[in-house]
């Protein structure tokens, strides 16, 4: 997450103030050389690609910080956020796919860089590979899952990221619903705000505003990085050189890349993006086909679809759009808070009519919610109202559940968890489509920065 504040660089490099600033301020970038005695390595596409991640490191952060934004807890020295940001040849298209930190992966042989041990190939959840083997550890498991070569490497960490938003006088960001997380302390109404660094901070760390968890979170941090573009290249702060120059020092101040990635390389690139906007970005996640995969050692971990997977990075490597432009129009559908993407159900079959569970099972899957496939035969074979069983944490998606049962009652039941029970009764007809208000919820779709930032 913390990394979205370093694409700001690249955006604002195209001001075209030069090397007078940005020569200033290439010392302050920590470097790394996350490609050393790299081998077979995948073939070089089309383009450029940017491996960001954010650490959660926060040397820097105050006392007072760490309490208002609650910061607290050891730092677990791992990347909470990867992302690939590939750059189209012709420099008007950024791609950004977001890996989720929990993603099933397996480590190629490395030694490890806290006890200097050697490890075999072996699983692990993607986040981890930082733990164990840095920024080369982390390059070499990306490349080797999406088989996506990484040009540069780029890193920073919670300081850069309040410092920027502050240097930039906030980013506005819109929100179709109210969102609360204890955890963070996010507390925002439903429309639009103007985010402080700190508070921008808990929008992009939120992951228990509802059942969604990291990939509502995803989706949060890549709307976040649209208006970050946004606010960048509308605010004047590519013509101002003294702005220009405390927000390029922001970033920089926490930021660790590879030595490839310099003065020359910033400026290039960002005067080539000189007409960069939010329409000429493209935001997605990579898609999932299994969620808590257990792995022995590991634990619940993310495993990807492995077809579309490939699909997607074969996009990067040959430089094509992701978003489909110009595409239909869906059939109309019940907007509710939660997509249908997020929320786990299982089925129960409360009626003596053979079949019916399956049938209500089959209807929910096809509108997108995410089904056990395995629906059960309840003791009560005379249940006449369709219920809906929901722990009271996750209301919105127990209500947008009941939106696709029109007539289902609603039934609290503490201590539950995420998983949506449906007794399916006698009173069941049809399911009724339904779709999230926010056009970034809903799994892994391909959005483009226009469609979310503030009107």
Known sequence: MRVLTTVSVVVLASAGIGHAVLNSLDADIARVDPFKDMKNRPEAGHGMNLLLVGTDGREKVTQAERRKYRLGGAPCHCTDTVMIVHISEDRERASIVSLPRDSYAEAPAHT????????GPHPLKLNAAYAEGGPTLTVRTVENMTHVKIDHYLEVDFTSFMKTVDVLGGVRVCTA???????????LTAGPHLLGGGQALQYVRSRHTDGSSDLGRMKRQQRF?????????SSGVLLNPMKFRDVTRAVLGSVRADKGFGTDELLDLGRAMRNFSPSSSEF?????GQMAYAVKGVGSTLKWDGPKARKLFE?????????????APRPRAVQVAVAPQQIRVQIENGTATAGLGRRVDGALAATGFRTTGRPTTGRDSAVRRTVVAYDPRWDRSAKSLAAALPGAELRAVPGQGPLMKVTAGADFKRVTRVRAEDPTQGGTGVVTGDQVVCP
């Open 225 to 233: 990085l649209a208006a970050l573009v946004s606010r960048a290249t």
């Open 177 to 187: 619903q109210p969102l609360k997380d204890r955890y963070t302390g996010l507390d």
């Open 315 to 327: 996009a990067l490597r040959e430089d094509r759009p992701l978003a489909t432009r110009g595409a």
């Open 112 to 119: 490890d860089a806290v006890t200097g041990a050697s490890h």
């Open 284 to 288: 997605t996640t990579v898609p999932i």
